[in-house]
């Protein structure tokens, strides 16, 4: 051993060694301002919104009565009458009332994802008929719209009266690629020329 590891030694003499500890220590005088969670919550509103494309610009003006209809090239002629005439039991159902239109195109956004990545079907969309707005019907002529824009959304008609009529859609939903995947599995296994 050196002299000068020597002389260390000697210094070090009783000197325990601290223990480690697997937590940090938390400043407990900082406290959590009041805004602190709304900017927390806005900060993950953003995050899930950045996919969101659908525009606040313009809707094509719809009036309060108007009934609303929209179906892509490819839906059987048999599948969208059911569809118009209420058939199908809606899976879920979004309240768009007094919403702003920026909290609508949000919302719709959100809902229509989520139906699909929970294989439904069928949902349902209450935008309101407006008929109290002095302008057209704000909400639902940029819920139209916006159903048009989403490529998950096959088919979309006007509601039968006892379920709101032109004051909410029905919405036909694309299915998942997991759910369209196991139909074409059940649908081969029950042809009878299939072989395993």
């Known amino acids: 051993m050196s002299?000068?590891?020597a002389r260390f030694a000697q210094e070090m003499k009783g000197?325990?060694?601290l223990k480690?500890?697997?937590k940090a220590e938390l400043n407990s005088s900082?406290?959590?301002d009041p805004g602190m969670e709304r900017r927390r919550l806005a900060a993950i509103e953003t995050a899930l919104d950045t996919d969101n494309f659908l525009s606040t610009e313009h809707a094509p003006e719809l009036g309060p009565h108007d009934i609303i209809s929209f179906v892509r090239p490819g839906v059987q002629h048999g599948v969208f009458h059911k569809?118009?005439?209420g058939r199908y039991e809606p899976e879920a159902t979004l309240d768009l009332h007094r919403n702003t239109v920026e909290e609508a195109r949000r919302e719709l956004w959100d809902f229509v994802q989520q139906g699909v990545r929970y294989q439904l079907r069928t949902v349902m969309v209450l935008h309101g008929k407006g008929d109290r707005s002095p302008r057209a019907a704000v909400l639902?002529?940029?819920v139209a719209q916006w159903l048009k824009d989403m490529p998950q959304v096959l088919a979309?008609?006007?509601?039968?009266p006892y379920q709101g009529g032109a004051g909410a859609v029905y919405v036909l939903l694309k299915k998942s690629p997991e759910a369209s995947e196991a139909n074409r599995e059940r649908f081969l296994h029950k042809r009878p020329d299939h072989r395993d």
């Not at 979309?156 to 039968?160: E, Q």
């Open 83 to 85: 569809l118009r005439r």
């Open 20 to 22: 480690a500890q697997n």
């Open 156 to 160: 979309y008609h006007s509601a039968l």
């Open 3 to 5: 002299e000068d590891e």
């Open 15 to 17: 000197v325990t060694p």
């Open 140 to 142: 639902k002529s940029f």
């Open 30 to 32: 900082q406290q959590a």
